[in-house]
């Protein structure tokens, strides 16, 4: 088992004629992802042959699950055409959307996540994401697939490096599902989705959540987790020596007062019997504390 996405999850490449979009459909392949087709619009007709791989390129989303059958995508689209790419996903009512792209213009996001809801088929991953990943079955964005192998626990993150990094702490367990969620002020999957998904999954047996200053998400997840979470979480929140009052980093987290400060949600956590590291490293600890008196 696995959440979002599974061996069954096909999928295609939104931008895969670009550079980027290239280099990621190759790695995604190299892995076992099933990779279908992609789509550039202009460019449909076109076949790109990847490692021995004939992939269709067509000029839409609803064209290319007409032809493939696919059930999800990934956007490695400039920021100033992600917006039409990701509405393009949803109208054709795709699952599954994975935004990759950073830099894509706030009105931009919440018009497509609000187009997401109002339509309601489409769950939105991001944006400014590494996606996701189901060790053994696929994995759709960026995230390295060599760090760690299959496992019981669960990892929902807001920052794609210390993804990276808890999956390397803990890969001697392994993971059933890791999904960076972007920490763009606008995203379409949250803790809450995330830490809902890996409760109800049955190989789950632990969860990894891994937040950043600035805003409430984590204080919410922490509501969240003291009403419905069953399964032992770790937490930890990224920033606990920023400075007051100054935005920091891709997610423009700014801290003012006590509210959004990482002492803050660490509270609120503890408070929801979370333990809470004070490093990655700590954090991974704790969960392996958990995991050997399993």
Same mark, same amino acid.
């Given at each position: 088992?696995?959440?979002?996405?599974?061996?069954?999850?096909?999928?295609?490449?939104?931008?895969?004629?670009?550079?980027?979009?290239?280099?990621?459909?190759?790695?995604?392949?190299?892995?076992?992802?099933?990779?279908?087709?992609?789509?550039?619009?202009?460019?449909?007709?076109?076949?790109?042959?990847?490692?021995?791989?004939?992939?269709?390129?067509?000029?839409? =989303?609803?064209?290319?699950?007409?032809?493939?059958?696919?059930?999800?995508?990934?956007?490695?689209? &400039? &920021?100033?055409?992600?917006?039409?790419? =990701?509405?393009?996903?949803? +109208?054709?009512?795709?699952?599954?959307?994975?935004?990759?792209?950073?830099?894509?213009?706030?009105? +931009?996001?919440?018009?497509?996540?609000?187009?997401?809801?109002?339509?309601?088929?489409?769950?939105?991953?991001?944006?400014?994401? &590494?996606?996701?990943?189901?060790?053994?079955?696929?994995?759709?964005?960026?995230?390295?697939?060599?760090?760690?192998?299959?496992?019981?626990?669960?990892?929902?993150?807001?920052?794609?490096?210390?993804?990276?990094?808890?999956?390397?702490?803990?890969?001697?367990?392994?993971?059933?599902?890791?999904?960076?969620?972007?920490?763009?002020?606008?995203?379409?999957?949250?803790?809450?989705?995330?830490?809902?998904?890996?409760? +109800?999954?049955?190989?789950? +047996?632990?969860?990894?959540?891994?937040?950043?200053?600035?805003?409430?998400?984590?204080?919410?997840?922490?509501?969240?987790?003291?009403?419905?979470?069953?399964?032992?979480? =770790?937490?930890?929140?990224?920033?606990?020596?920023?400075?007051?009052?100054?935005?920091?980093?891709?997610?423009?987290?700014?801290?003012?007062?006590?509210?959004?400060?990482?002492?803050?949600?660490?509270?609120?956590?503890?408070?929801?019997?979370?333990?809470?590291?004070?490093?990655?490293?700590?954090?991974?600890?704790?969960?392996?504390?958990?995991?050997?008196?399993?």
């Amino acid at each position: 088992m696995a959440i979002f996405i599974n061996k069954d999850t096909k999928l295609i490449v939104q931008g895969m004629t670009g550079s980027e979009g290239m280099k990621h459909t190759t790695r995604m392949l190299k892995y076992g992802t099933n990779v279908v087709g992609g789509v550039t619009p202009g460019k449909g007709g076109q076949v790109v042959e990847i490692d021995g791989r004939s992939l269709p390129v067509f000029n839409s =989303v609803a064209e290319a699950v007409a032809a493939t059958g696919a059930n999800a995508s990934v956007v490695f689209v &400039p &920021p100033k055409f992600a917006k039409a790419a =990701v509405m393009d996903a949803i +109208d054709a009512e795709l699952p599954l959307c994975v935004v990759i792209t950073e830099g894509i213009p706030v009105h +931009d996001s919440a018009a497509f996540y609000a187009h997401a809801v109002a339509k309601g088929k489409t769950r939105l991953i991001g944006p400014n994401c &590494p996606g996701l990943i189901s060790p053994g079955l696929s994995n759709i964005g960026i995230i390295p697939g060599d760090i760690t192998g299959a496992g019981r626990i669960g990892l929902v993150s807001k920052s794609g490096t210390l993804t990276y990094q808890m999956m390397y702490e803990l890969r001697d367990f392994g993971f059933s599902t890791a999904v960076g969620i972007g920490g763009d002020p606008i995203i379409g999957t949250t803790h809450i989705d995330c830490l809902k998904a890996f409760q +109800d999954d049955p190989d789950t +047996d632990a969860i990894v959540m891994i937040g950043e200053i600035g805003g409430d998400a984590e204080e919410r997840a922490a509501a969240f987790i003291a009403e419905y979470v069953t399964k032992p979480v =770790v937490g930890y929140v990224a920033g606990f020596t920023a400075p007051e009052g100054k935005t920091m980093g891709h997610a423009g987290a700014i801290v003012s007062g006590s509210s959004g400060t990482a002492e803050a949600k660490k509270v609120a956590l503890e408070a929801a019997g979370v333990k809470v590291g004070k490093t990655p490293s700590e954090t991974a600890a704790l969960m392996r504390e958990i995991l050997k008196a399993r």
